[in-house]
C-alpha cells in the first residue's frame, strides 16, 4: 500500500513539474479594482488557516484566492521552473533562503508569520508506551514516518531532531519518507507505521485517528519559522503584498493561532 501511495505522488508530481510553466515576470500586470484572483502557492500544513484567511481577503479585497498546496520544496522547484505565483509561504526558512538567492522573491516583502513544533504521532488505538523521542530506537519502533527531508521541512527537522539526539544511524531502515506531512498522516492513521513525526498543527487535520505522543526536545531541532513573500515580477504584486497583509495582521494571526500556530517575535 504506501509503495503504491509513493508511485501515485510521484507521479503527480512529475506531471506537475512537467506543465509547461510561463515565467512570471512577462504576465500582464492589472491595475484599478484588482485581479479577480491571486495564485498562492503555500505549505499544505497551512491548508486550512489559509483557506479561511483566503475569505477574509476575499471578503476585504474582492478577490479570490487559488490555492497550490503541497510539500515546500516542491512548491519550490515550482517557482524556480517559471511557475506563475504571486505569494509563496514555507513551512521553513530553507526553501524561502533558496529562492531570495535567486532573486525570485520581491525585495522587502519576506516576512515570518508564524511557528510550529515537532510532535510524535501514533495511531489513536496504538498500544505503544511511547512518550518520548528518545524512545524511537527501541524494538517497539517498527516503522517511522516523516516527511523527505529534501523536499518537507517538517521532515528536516525532525532529522535535525533525530541526529541531535544521535539516534539517526539506528533508525535508517525502518525511516519510511513520505511526500508530505499529510502522507505522513495517512500512514499513521492506517497503522502501516508505528509512528510519525509532524507538527504540532497537523494532529487535529488527523480528526482524531492519531495521538500525539510526545514533543520534539527543545534545542534538538529548528526554531521553525514560517516565512511568505511575494514572488518576483508576479503579475499581481499589489494583490499579493494585501495578502501577506492580512496574513500579518490581528485578524489573521488570531486566524493561525486558532489552528494551533506559534506566535512569531514582532507579530
Known amino acids: 500500500m504506501m509503495k503504491e501511495i509513493r ?3 510521484t507521479t503527480l508530481l512529475i506531471l506537475g513539474l512537467a506543465i509547461p510553466f510561463s515565467s512570471c515576470g512577462p504576465r500582464t500586470r492589472q ?3 484588482g485581479p479577480k484572483s491571486i495564485v498562492v502557492s503555500a505549505a499544505v500544513s497551512l491548508e486550512n488557516a489559509f483557506v479561511k484567511i483566503a475569505k477574509l481577503y476575499t471578503a476585504r479585497t474582492g478577490s479570490k484566492v487559488d490555492f497550490s498546496f503541497g510539500a515546500s520544496g516542491n512548491l519550490e522547484k515550482q517557482i524556480e521552473a517559471g511557475a506563475p505565483v504571486d ?5 521553513g526558512e530553507k526553501e524561502m533562503d533558496q529562492l531570495q538567492s535567486q532573486a525570485l522573491i520581491e525585495p522587502g516583502t519576506r516576512a515570518d508569520f508564524a511557528g510550529n513544533v515537532l510532535v510524535l504521532v501514533v495511531p489513536a488505538d496504538s498500544k505503544l ?9 527501541g524494538p ?3 516503522r517511522l514516518a ?3 527531508p529534501k523536499t518537507v521541512p517538517a521532515g528536516f527537522y525532525a532529522q535535525q531532531a533525530i541526529e541531535h539526539l544521535d539516534l539517526w544511524p539506528g533508525l535508517q531502515s525502518r525511516l519510511i519518507f513520505a511526500e508530505d506531512v499529510r502522507q505522513v ?3 499513521v492513521m492506517r497503522g502501516e507505521v508505528s509512528a510519525g513525526i509532524v507538527y504540532a498543527t497537523d494532529v487535529e487535520i488527523a480528526g482524531g485517528k492519531v495521538r500525539q505522543a510526545a514533543e520534539a526536545p527543545e534545542g534538538t531541532y529548528g526554531p521553525v519559522r514560517y516565512p511568505i513573500a511575494v514572488v518576483k515580477g508576479c503579475a499581481h504584486p499589489e494583490a499579493a503584498d494585501q495578502f501577506i497583509k492580512i496574513v500579518l495582521s490581528p485578524e489573521g ?3 493561525l493561532k486558532d489552528y494551533g500556530f506559534l506566535a512569531v517575535k514582532g507579530q
Not at 505569494?87 to 513551512?91: D, E, R, T, Y
Open 253 to 255: 494571526q488570531d486566524i
Open 31 to 33: 491595475g484599478g479594482s
Open 129 to 137: 508506551q511511547l512518550d518520548s523521542f528518545r524512545q524511537l530506537d
Open 140 to 142: 517497539q519502533v517498527k
Open 7 to 9: 508511485q501515485i505522488g
Open 146 to 148: 516523516l516527511g523527505d
Open 87 to 91: 505569494v509563496f509561504a514555507s513551512a
Open 185 to 187: 498522516l495517512d500512514y
